[in-house]
């Protein structure tokens, strides 16, 4: 059975930081692109950033460029993301999510995009907050 399983959310002051993670389980993550996504309250789910499974491209909104970092551990079926220097308007659920891509070199042009992904997680909230 396919499951990802996000952790590692909670409460932070503005500035601080937080490490998520994305732990796989039924399939190999390294033959997937993972994408971290993320849902404030009212507003739709946004593409945050997203680490392909060929040679490890990562790719990252506008917003969290220079503050987030997405790696993976394929030796531990893990995806991380860390966010430094965090934002109120970073405040919201985070949810990682897998697909098997066939051309990991075109990735760049559709990561932000939902509807590409195969599985979800649960999601894991981030609030920001002093």
């Known amino acids: 059975q396919v499951q990802l399983v996000e952790s590692g959310g909670g409460l932070v002051q503005p500035g601080g930081s937080l490490r998520l993670s994305c732990a796989a389980s039924?399939?190999?993550?390294?033959?997937?692109?993972i994408g971290w996504f993320r849902q404030a309250p009212g507003k739709k789910r946004e593409g945050v950033t997203s680490i392909n499974n060929g040679d490890g491209s990562t790719y990252y909104a506008d917003s969290v460029k220079g503050r987030f970092t997405t790696s993976r551990d394929n030796a531990k079926n893990t995806v991380f993301l860390q966010m430094n220097s965090l934002k109120l308007e970073d405040t919201a659920v985070y949810y990682c999510?897998?697909?098997?891509?066939?051309?990991?070199?075109?990735?760049?042009?559709?990561?932000?995009?939902?509807?590409?992904?195969?599985?979800w997680g649960q999601g894991t909230q981030v609030t920001v907050s002093s």
């Open positions: 039924g399939f190999s993550l390294d033959t997937y692109a």
């Open positions: 999510a897998a697909v098997r891509v066939e051309v990991p070199e075109f990735w760049g042009r559709s990561w932000y995009n939902e509807y590409e992904y195969d599985y």
